[in-house]
């Protein structure tokens, strides 16, 4: 750190927080302010969050023991200044990077990430995990979950509620409330909370009933008790309504999130209350820094920034992403057909269904941060004669496996998924990366699914999707920039099923998929020149299977290459493979992939590089499956050796 900074230079971990005076917090939150825009400014990353959260995250390790006592962080992109307090200031400058610190929480980067996070609304699931598991070992220490408002939109948030209720247990809820998801948040409770923060009477005798009961420690908790009757009285009074105290915790709050003093204390107050308590916190994301509090949204996570104007070079004008030719077509399509209408959780912005939005608001749902509810919500939708489109990231369609399997396939409805950001995400790592949809979904009787290999087939994908109304459909693309190829106006309804041949060759055939077309066609150039010629297939399908090429394939080649972003297990190529089995073809298949890891976070370049998914890597990956078959190699190898 080149910077001076007064309390912080002398602060590296949570011990270090404790052993200030009140009045050094202060100034400790002014310095991890500063910190972390320096460094974000540099490395890019998420910021809003992290700024809304940097008084809570003083004040939490401050009052608590941590790591004996846990903080368990919802999301966790709200938690760099937890990360600056916790021993990794020094490498806070590799954030997201190669080989750097995650950009989320990560159990394996440090004992006081006490729950990995990446997707919204778990915390308060596992803060009571651990605290049956306390209670079964017998042991003594605090539980803290940290959710966000935008995060109370998930369901799995009040089922942990309900049962946190339940068991009575002793655990802690703060509520970190900025009114914001990543987008405006589309919490209906929040009606109530702006209600409970403008209504001074009930704030007035709210704040009295609180003194009362904390000057009267003497008496313990039987006082405490009556004074909660009283105060959950008043609240029925004046408020429309307790869902938290209905659910069986204790609401404290609301407390101004950016006066540390004041959490501090109210911290110190309920730390030892029993039983399950919710310490309500309003804060303002992106606080401390003009260009965040004044565009909230779009500093929400950043690339490199200039720290005076909070500007990001512009980037030279590629071709447009795959998010914006969606979002566009989605338009187009929904101006043709008055059925069509887009759904997203949380992500208008980050699907493009924002153009909806804006074109269409009436048939535009945002349904907060609740994939499962936004995929039956669809289904009921198609029920009634509506086309709908749920965009949602690869990532985060993991959570509707059941939705999509029981509410939408099983009823043959027409339902269109549009996974966004599917494949290798990068800087947000293991998380994030759309790893997995072809295998979970590839396995869903009826579902069809395609996959484009440049962002003009996308828009014909989504024409076909549209046009298919046999049962459910889904389209994966990748994040970031399209090919800036030429598109024509319309669209072109594809054969289902159809695979594309981009080349002929003789010493092997690579079947690609979506983004792994680009790269599959590189590096049979690359191997052309090395003398092993090869046909590219774009397969566009991956379910169904083009059955017929594929048995053109099999009477043609020896050695079959598939290539994909999708985990190699129960992916694409596993289905050619399968394909090929059943019908006991002597054809080798050789799967290229995402082996059967979790990939951690880099560039995108860095981690294709990795996992031999360049031109140059495919190539190579394909030369030795060539070689070692050239070598008369007849030796079985064991299997340990080959399965990816
Ligand atoms: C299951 C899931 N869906 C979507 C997202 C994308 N996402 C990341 S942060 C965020 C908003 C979270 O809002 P909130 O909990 O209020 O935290 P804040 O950023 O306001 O601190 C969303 C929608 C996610 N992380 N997980």
């Known amino acids: ?47 809003g969050a992290g700024l809304g959260a940097v008084e809570l995250s003083v004040a939490l390790h401050y009052v608590f023991d941590t790591p004996k006592d846990k903080l368990v962080w919802d999301v966790g992109h709200q938690a760099y200044p937890h990360k600056i307090l916790t021993g990794r200031k020094d490498r806070l400058h590799t954030i997201r990077q190669y080989h750097g610190l995650s950009g989320f929480l990560k159990r394996s980067e440090s004992e006081y990430d006490t729950f990995g996070a990446g997707h919204a609304s778990t915390a308060i699931s596992a803060a009571l995990g651990m605290v049956a598991a306390r209670e079964l070992n017998g042991q003594r220490y605090k539980v803290v979950a940290i959710v966000g408002d935008g ?77 909660a009757r009283v105060e959950g009285g008043i609240k029925t009074i004046v ?8 659910l069986g915790f204790r609401y404290f709050g609301p407390v101004n999130g950016h006066n540390v003093s ?19 916190v309003t804060t ?12 909230i949204q779009k500093l929400h996570g950043v690339s490199p920034f200039d720290k005076v104007t ?26 043709a057909d008055p059925t069509i209408v887009g759904v997203t959780a949380a992500m208008p912005d980050g699907t493009g269904l924002d153009q909806l939005q804006a074109a269409f608001p009436q048939r535009f749902y945002d349904v907060g941060i609740a994939e499962q509810h936004g995929v039956t919500f669809a289904a009921g939708l198609a029920t009634e004669g509506c086309t709908p489109i749920v965009a949602i990231y690869s ?24 996974l966004d950001r599917a494949g290798l995400v990068g800087a947000d790592g293991p998380t994030h990366h759309g790893a997995f949809d072809l295998s979970y979904l590839r396995m869903i009787p009826g579902m069809v699914i395609m996959s484009p290999k440049n962002e003009a087939e996308l828009r014909d994908m989504l024409y076909t999707a549209v046009q298919y109304k046999e049962g459910p459909v889904a389209l994966r693309y990748p994040r970031g920039n399209g090919f800036g190829i030429s598109m024509r106006e319309g669209f072109q309804q594809l054969p289902i099923g159809k695979a594309e041949t981009l080349r002929h060759g003789t010493d092997a055939a690579l079947l690609a998929v979506g983004a792994m077309v680009d790269p599959a066609m590189r590096a049979a150039g690359l191997l052309d020149a090395r003398g092993i010629t090869c ?38 190529g596993s289905a050619v493979a399968e394909c090929y089995a059943a019908r006991q073809s002597p054809v080798r298949v050789k799967r290229h992939g995402i082996p059967d890891q979790f990939i951690a976070h880099g560039s995108p370049e860095e981690l294709q590089a990795e996992l031999c998914l360049t031109p140059a890597g495919i190539a190579s990956v394909v030369q030795e499956f060539l070689k070692a078959r050239e070598a008369g190699n007849v030796q079985i190898p064991p299997l340990a050796s080959v399965v990816p």
């Open 151 to 227: 995060s109370m939109t998930g369901g799995m948030v009040y089922e942990g509620m309900n049962n946190a209720g339940i068991m009575k247990k002793d655990m802690i809820v703060i509520l970190n409330d900025n009114n914001m998801s990543i987008a405006p948040n589309v919490w209906a409770i929040s009606n109530y909370f702006t209600e409970l923060i403008a209504n001074p009477r009930y704030n007035r005798l709210k704040a009295n009933v609180y003194e009362l009961t904390g000057k009267l420690d003497a008496w313990g908790d039987r006082i405490r008790r009556v004074a």
């Open 1 to 47: 750190m080149e910077h001076k900074y007064q309390v912080l230079d002398n602060v590296n971990i949570p011990e270090d927080v404790r052993k200030l005076s009140e009045a050094d917090l202060k100034t400790l939150c002014a310095d991890v302010r500063d910190f972390l825009i320096e460094v974000v400014s540099k490395t890019g990353g998420h910021l």
């Open 535 to 572: 046909e590219v297939v774009n397969m566009r399908f991956v379910k169904p299977l083009d059955l017929e090429l594929l048995e053109s394939v099999a009477a043609r080649f020896s050695s079959v290459v598939t290539i994909e972003d999708n985990v190699v297990t129960g992916g694409f």
């Open 284 to 295: 303002e994301k992106g606080k401390g820094y003009k260009p965040a509090e004044e565009d």
């Open 262 to 280: 004041q959490l501090v204390h109210i911290l110190k107050e309920v730390k030892d209350l029993p039983g399950p308590i919710l310490v309500h």
């Open 395 to 418: 990532t985060f369609l993991q959570r509707a496996f059941d939705q999509i399997i029981h509410d939408v396939a099983l009823q043959h409805l027409h339902v269109i998924f549009a």
């Open 239 to 246: 408020t429309p309504g307790i869902l938290f105290e209905a």
């Open 310 to 335: 909070g500007v990001s070079p512009k980037k030279p004008g590629g071709p447009p992403a795959y998010t914006k030719v969606f979002g566009q077509a989605v338009v187009e399509l929904a101006g």
